[in-house]
């Protein structure tokens, strides 16, 4: 069973830094590629950055050398480091795998950046 669980999650102040997770069932090696992504109330979800098992990564131009994409060295969670946050952050944070055109998602978390 396909099991992606997010966590790190939580309120900050803006201009910190938080550093969410997302523990595979497997590893990064049974996906084709897995991703971070964030759906903000009343607006789509949108894709953050990707991360393939090779270890390339690729980012979206809004977040590009604000957010890191980097996996543990035993292959079973990956991260998203998020630097400099602002209020705009504010949203859910979700963790997918895709694997054979499908796509698997977390739970999500909340990150809420306030003062």
């Known amino acids: 069973q396909v099991q992606l669980v997010e966590s790190g999650g939580g309120l900050v102040q803006p201009g910190d830094t938080l550093t969410l997770s997302c523990a595979i069932s497997?590893?990064?090696?049974?996906?084709?590629?897995m991703g971070w992504y964030r759906q903000a109330p009343e607006k789509q979800r949108e894709l953050l950055g990707m991360?393939?098992?090779?270890?390339?990564?690729h980012y979206a131009d809004g977040v590009k050398g604000r957010f890191t994409i980097f996996r543990d060295d035993d292959m079973k969670t990956i991260y998203l480091a998020m630097n400099s946050l602002k209020p705009e952050d504010t949203a859910v944070y979700y963790c997918?795998?895709?694997?054979?055109?499908?796509?698997?998602w977390g739970q999500g978390t909340q990150v809420t950046v306030s003062s």
């Open positions: 997918n795998g895709r694997r054979d055109g499908s796509d698997y």
């Open positions: 497997g590893s990064i090696f049974g996906y084709d590629a």
């Open positions: 991360i393939f098992p090779t270890g390339p990564t």
